[in-house]
């Protein structure tokens, strides 16, 4: 297994290829079922797959949660426009690293993934976008293209039909912002990443101002195994309203961090515990972010009975976001998690709407300001009041990416920012830090 | 502007991958991989951008000051990036930062005097769960420790 040890409690369908010898080549895919789920879509109605993906209930993988199946079916398949497929490989949701492994060791699901996606909205052509960081992954991507290029699983006609469908990648080049939909076809376009205002949403007007399906890579990972042993088989493995499994990446204050595919409905304390092997230190756990820097923070207890899943995330009024699961122990400083935090929005911000621009750097002065204790006492409200102004006053999720955590932490971990006032040092920081401070 | 065989090739499949009209989509990865081959996005570049992609310079100049992976002024031979973001925070990353800065004697953006290494503090890397990470160029290291990185750093050093 690359990068960890796998877990014996993993159910391993997108990450069955995991070390492998040679995982990522065709060779290696064919010999393991590699195009089958292609072979068969060829043989479905677009309807039928569409069909199957519904009821997979594969909910997408990027954060958002938002049900695949439905999503194809917005595309206007009728339309005199061209459709693209366009993969979100621009994993930069602090806490995630999953993506990564997908297209490192098995890039072959990836494309298979985006041509039966061609199959079911008419496309012809899908982009990959890569963030700039991951140029090996490019790489990896462009040998896998041409394979199949060369193998017949990509280009005209293929395996005999009618169907012709052309892959390439594309390079971001550092821009969180890009992640988000619509900033992201902005910047396939050669231009800033900004967002669009939507609607009409991608489905409708996206890539080149033509309709498209945009997912993330692990929706697309997810699509052979569904198509190979039908929806209703990847549904099972999670729990009513989420199908199949989640790569997760534990990470943080955790003794065995890794990635770990996980049935969605997944304990999150089986998951710290037994998955992840608890806490270093044997530490009590503090605080835990479910998936990625955006979701807002949960106490330990409110962990207590809770499972990996989108609806039970909701109901904590949190999100289960992209599978960057970060675990904070005891000894962490959270006005310094909020601080940090703040300064990653602060600086990925792109700048169009007012409220994220202003109230990021603001908030991220103040924090700063708070965490070197020199906060006053109504700087905690102020916090609270300046975060929740950007909430929903924005064209992209950002501005609510960087409120929602911080909201959070205000409220559930007050008495840590009271224990920076009065010019009091941070609590937490090591007594060495002081000295040579 | 001439660039290496390879650069040329990847430039000519690129201009292909977009549908008729677009060439302006090239744009962001032309600059990166000719930021990649010539350590800078010079005012040249720049042009030669504008030319190939069929857009004005001012255009190529409002979209590079966008990304924050391309660069006006060369970096040194190996740029060092290290995490400091959420999960590298809570692994000790901070502590690497600052232990890279007083080892060169330079800081975030900043580059050595010979012109062999320079430091920024970058956001996440996509390396969560190998935290602390950084990348040297575009090669990951993962669960970097002060010792490891102090290795690192001196054969960063010795390199001609």
Redo the contacts between chains.
């Keep these: 297994m690359p990068y960890n040890e796998p877990s014996p409690l993993e159910v391993r369908v997108l990450s069955r290829r995991f070390g492998l010898p040679n995982s990522a080549s065709i060779e290696t895919y064919l010999a393991t079922d590699g195009y089958v789920a292609f072979r068969k879509a060829l043989e479905m109605k677009p309807e039928q797959i569409i069909e199957e993906m519904k009821a997979s209930n594969l909910r997408g993988r990027g954060g958002a949660g938002f049900p695949t199946g439905m999503k194809w079916s917005f595309v206007p398949r009728s339309s005199p426009k061209p459709k693209y497929i366009v993969v979100n490989a621009d994993e930069s949701e602090p806490g995630t690293c999953k993506d990564r492994l997908l297209m490192e060791y098995d890039p072959h699901q990836l494309i298979e993934g985006m041509l039966i996606a061609g199959l079911a909205v008419d496309a012809h052509a899908g982009y990959i976008y890569v963030r700039g960081e991951y140029r090996y992954l490019i790489d990896i991507l462009d040998r896998a293209i041409a394979e199949a290029y060369h193998c017949g699983y990509l280009g005209k006609n293929l395996l005999g039909t009618n169907f012709s469908f052309d892959a390439y990648t594309h390079t971001g080049a550092g821009a969180y912002e890009c992640g988000e939909e619509s900033a992201l076809l902005e910047s396939l376009e050669g231009k800033r990443g900004i967002p669009r205002i939507r609607p009409p949403f991608p489905a409708v007007v996206g890539a080149f101002q033509c309709p498209t399906v945009l997912n993330n890579v692990e929706t697309y990972c997810a699509v052979p195994a569904i198509m190979r042993d039908g929806g209703a088989a990847f549904a099972a493995l999670g729990v009513p309203k989420a199908g199949g499994t989640k790569l997760t990446c534990l990470t943080g204050h955790v003794s065995k961090p890794g990635v770990y595919e996980l049935p969605l409905g997944f304990p999150v304390d089986k998951m710290i515990n037994e998955v992840g092997g608890g806490i270093r230190g044997g530490k009590k756990m503090k605080a835990f972010i479910p998936g990625g820097s955006s979701c807002p923070v949960l106490t330990a207890a409110e962990c207590e009975g809770l499972t990996m899943d989108y609806d039970a995330m909701a109901k904590k009024k949190t999100m289960l976001g992209s599978g960057g699961v970060v675990i904070m122990d005891e000894d962490t400083c959270m006005v310094k998690v909020a601080l940090r935090i703040m300064r990653f929005y602060a600086h990925e911000s792109c700048g169009w709407c007012i409220p994220c621009r202003e109230g990021t750097a603001w908030l991220r002065k103040i924090l700063f300001r708070f965490h070197d204790g020199m906060g006053r006492r109504e700087d905690i409200n102020l916090i609270g009041d300046l975060s929740k102004n950007m909430l929903g006053r924005t064209f992209c999720p950002l501005g609510d990416a960087a409120a929602l955590p911080t909201i959070s932490i205000v409220e559930k971990f007050r008495d840590e920012f009271e224990a920076h006032l009065d010019g009091k040092p941070c609590p937490y920081e090591h007594a060495s830090q002081l000295v040579t401070a | 502007m001439t660039f290496s065989s390879q650069l040329e090739a990847r430039f000519d499949k690129l201009l292909k991958?977009?549908?008729p009209g677009?060439h302006?989509?090239?744009?962001?990865?032309m600059?990166?991989?000719a930021q990649d081959e010539i350590g800078s996005v010079t005012q040249e570049l720049v042009e030669e951008v504008a030319r190939r992609?069929g857009?004005t310079p001012l255009q190529v100049e409002?979209?590079l000051s966008?990304?924050?992976?391309?660069h006006r002024k060369p970096l040194g031979k190996a740029h060092v990036q290290i995490c400091?973001?959420?999960?590298c925070?809570?692994?000790g990353g901070e502590d690497l930062w600052d232990h890279a800065c007083a080892k060169l004697g330079i800081g975030h953006k900043e580059v050595t005097a010979d012109g062999q290494i320079s430091l920024e503090e970058v956001?996440?890397?996509?390396?969560?769960?190998?935290?602390p990470a950084l990348?040297v160029n575009?090669?990951?290291y993962?669960q970097v420790t002060p010792e490891k990185l102090d290795q690192l750093l001196d054969s960063l050093r010795k390199l001609t």
């Design positions: 991958s977009y549908p677009r302006r989509s090239a744009m962001v990865p600059l990166l991989y992609t857009t409002e979209v966008y990304y924050s992976m391309l400091t973001n959420i999960s925070l809570l692994t956001e996440c890397i996509g390396a969560c769960s190998w935290a990348q575009y090669d990951f993962h």
